[in-house]
């Protein structure tokens, strides 16, 4: 059949909304987005036929098609079953249930966001969370933003204005910033220290090597223009070797305040990383972390240290722009909360999967392997020894051990396989490696294993 009577044979978008199985889409995504995939399923249509193809069309193939576009699109559920706990992909840290709590009763009903209820008047968004963290790090004061990078890009920008005349007077130049080389770091998105710098007004000295820096090579950089001594943890990769690298106690010693990015929001210990109580104990005048990564709550950058300093964020024009929402304040303020009562171990589950121990997660990759073997009886199902991660841009080198449960096929692609269990509801998101499939359940959530159990029956009936 000729492409022109392939393409003439096309039914037109209003006869596709005709069909009964439109009214589906319609009533669950409305008529605008239904008409927008009907048409897209068509236009993929007419690429295959000019392509080459014989594609067999009809008002049914065209609404499965555009089923399938409409249900891609949005935020759903997934499983994640590839042992990687702060899966940047995959949305990080998981709120507790207390935090879902709290962020649902501040969405669906007034809240005293920015109302002083003792004075009757109006307050401040960012006098929300204080208190927590600053009986949590000792700091003097703090602020909540809506980003990590967005508090570093606040906190550089409020340092290089927050100067006093007196301290101007000296300047007879650009106000600088002085950055290690080995800490000039890119992390996820294209985030780049140097890019942040020049936003924020200053300009970047550098110093040292990529592999080492002194204390003496920060004393010579310093002069009337130094701004800030900004310290990194360059939290998503590790130089061994011949290195040498200066704290944030050392650094705030030579005079210029020091901002210390220990980026991943740890407060309580695990393997070397930086836990931010440290660097307030170390005097940074700003200490910057993550709210979703190590401290396992919502997105959210944040800022506690000296009260001058959190002070000029406040005031800076840049922190509207930055703000974090009511959403976020009440869901942080419920996932400190668990620190200060002792309880974060147990009730976040980021903290629970980073910390529960190897015997717990062999029991449950048994558990789920026993079922998996009553519903799958066409696979080769076995479990063994994992190595999960923090991810996140966290403990690039830190392994956790763990047990994941390995699928193969009589065909033996895991590729396959894996693909198969994607498109499941909800798609179940695993690793391949050795030729099988890997589920490990490390970062298997209630509810997971039986999402995974019918995915599976379903793949193997």
């Known amino acids: 059949m000729e492409k022109r009577e392939l393409l003439r044979g096309l039914p037109a978008v209003d006869a596709v909304l005709r069909e009964p199985a439109a009214e589906v889409l319609v009533s669950r995504h409305g008529a605008k987005a239904t008409t927008a995939a009907v048409r897209e399923a068509l236009g993929r249509a007419r690429r295959e036929i000019l392509a080459g193809a014989d594609p067999k069309i009809s008002g049914e193939t065209v609404l499965a098609v555009a089923a399938e576009l409409l249900e891609g699109r949005g935020l759903r559920r997934v499983v994640n079953a590839t042992g990687v706990v702060l899966h940047t992909n995959l949305g990080r840290s998981v709120l507790s249930e207390r935090a879902v709590e709290a962020a649902v009763e501040a969405a669906t009903s007034y809240s005293n966001l920015e109302y002083d209820i003792s004075a009757g008047k109006r307050g401040s968004r960012y006098d929300h969370a204080v208190p927590l963290l600053k009986e949590l790090t000792g700091a003097e004061d703090a602020l909540v933003v809506n980003n990590c990078a967005g508090a570093t890009l606040l906190a550089l920008s409020a340092v290089v ?5 007196e301290e101007d007077a000296d300047a ?6 002085i950055v290690s080389r080995g800490q000039l770091i890119e992390i996820g998105g294209g985030f780049r220290i140097p890019e942040v710098l020049e936003l924020s007004g200053a300009r970047l000295r550098e110093i040292g090597t990529t592999n080492r820096t002194r204390l003496s090579d ?3 950089a310093i002069n009337e223009n130094t701004r800030a001594i900004l310290w990194v943890h360059p939290s998503n990769f590790e130089i061994q070797g011949f290195t040498e690298s200066v704290g944030v106690a050392e650094l705030s010693t030579l005079g210029p305040p020091v901002v210390a990015d220990v980026g991943s929001g740890a407060l309580l210990p695990i393997s ?3 836990r931010v109580e440290a660097a307030i104990r170390d005097e940074a005048a700003l200490t910057i972390f993550s709210g979703d990564k190590l401290l396992g709550g919502p997105q959210a950058g944040i800022a506690v240290g000296s009260a001058r300093w959190i002070s000029g964020m406040r005031r800076h024009p840049l922190a509207r722009a930055l703000r974090a929402d009511k959403l976020c304040l009440a ?3 419920a996932t400190l909360a668990a620190y200060l009562e002792g309880t974060a171990g147990n009730e976040l589950p980021t903290v629970r999967m980073l910390h529960a121990p190897a015997e717990e997660m062999r029991e449950k990759a048994n558990q789920l392997a026993g079922k998996l073997v009553q519903v799958a009886p066409n696979l080769s199902i076995d479990v063994v020894p994992s190595v999960a991660r923090s991810g996140g841009g966290t403990l690039p080198l830190y392994e956790i051990p763990s047990y994941a449960v390995r699928l193969k096929d009589e065909a033996g692609e895991a590729e396959v396989l894996a693909e198969q269990l994607r498109v499941a509801e909800p798609p179940v998101i695993g690793r391949v490696g050795e030729e099988r499939l890997w589920l490990d359940v490390r970062t298997l959530l209630d509810g997971d294993e039986e999402a995974i159990l019918e ?5 193997d009936g």
């Open 218 to 220: 920060y004393e010579r």
């Open 172 to 177: 007879s130049g650009e106000p600088e910033v």
């Open 331 to 333: 869901a942080l303020e």
């Open 272 to 274: 070397d990383e930086p």
């Open 161 to 165: 204005a927050g100067r006093s005349d």
């Open 455 to 459: 995915a599976v029956e379903v793949l």
